[in-house]
């Protein structure tokens, strides 16, 4: 079966420091992969996806970047984090084109302080 | 802006009953639509959908609705039980590669 990973769960980290968070997929093949972030009380807003290692779309201009190293690991990547990146950030996979079913991780809460 | 809303942040039924949860969309070539479940904590989990060619739309317990003439599509959960206490999400999925607009979501709670 299908498993999607994320790590780390809870992270606080102060203004102006990097970021990585990590997503891996397991079990399936030339996943779609998506990086959404949910603010306090809001809806989920696409960050990135990629159809495929090195192939990354933004959906929105801001402060943090995605890569596709591997064909089941994305990672969502930060310089220098502000206030505003505090958040759920939510890894999602998909296989099936066009089904609107992600499969979507345990998330990760990241506090900027 | 979102593409997507949802009429009420809150709403507060009994175990029992039957719960209606409504989202309006703004884009009159949406054409597909889907339904998510998030627990306090977790990731939102896929609940049902419906494609525009289609007014109704059922599943265990649950029914999805959509008029296209008035841009609004609903969610109505049987029988509702302590299990179904959870933030729904209305997204529209008519961009193509699963990419997603959500609404910013309705928490239902659900009383003894």
């Known amino acids: 079966s299908q498993t999607i990973h994320q790590w780390p769960a809870t992270l606080v980290q102060p203004v102006g420091s990097p970021l990585s968070l990590e997503c891996t997929v397991e079990?399936?093949?030339?996943?779609?992969l998506y990086w959404y972030r949910q603010a306090a009380g809001r809806g989920l807003q696409l960050l990135f996806y990629s159809v495929g290692i090195g192939q990354i779309s933004s959906e929105v201009p801001q402060n943090l970047s995605a890569s596709r190293p591997q064909d089941r690991q994305f990672i969502l990547s930060s310089k220098k984090l502000l206030l505003s990146d505090s958040g759920f950030y939510l890894c999602?996979?998909?296989?099936?084109?066009?089904?609107?079913?992600?499969?979507f991780g345990e998330g990760s809460r990241l506090t900027v302080l | 802006g979102e593409s997507v809303g949802l009429h009420l942040p809150t709403l507060s039924v009994q175990e029992g009953d039957n719960s209606i949860i409504n989202c309006a969309y703004s884009n009159s070539a949406s054409d597909y639509f889907i339904w998510y479940k998030q627990e306090s904590g977790k990731g939102p989990q896929f609940i049902i959908d419906i494609r525009s060619n289609m007014d109704k739309r059922q599943g265990q317990r649950v029914t999805v609705l959509l008029n296209k003439t008035v841009k609004h599509l609903s969610l109505q959960i049987a029988a509702t039980q302590p299990g179904d206490s959870a933030v729904y999400f209305c997204?529209?999925?008519?961009?193509?590669?699963?990419?997603?607009?959500f609404g910013a979501g309705t928490r239902l709670a659900v009383h003894p």
């Open positions: 079990g399936t093949s030339n996943p779609n």
């Open positions: 999602a996979w998909s296989v099936l084109p066009n089904t609107g079913e992600l499969f």
């Open positions: 997204a529209d999925g008519s961009g193509g590669y699963n990419k997603l607009i």
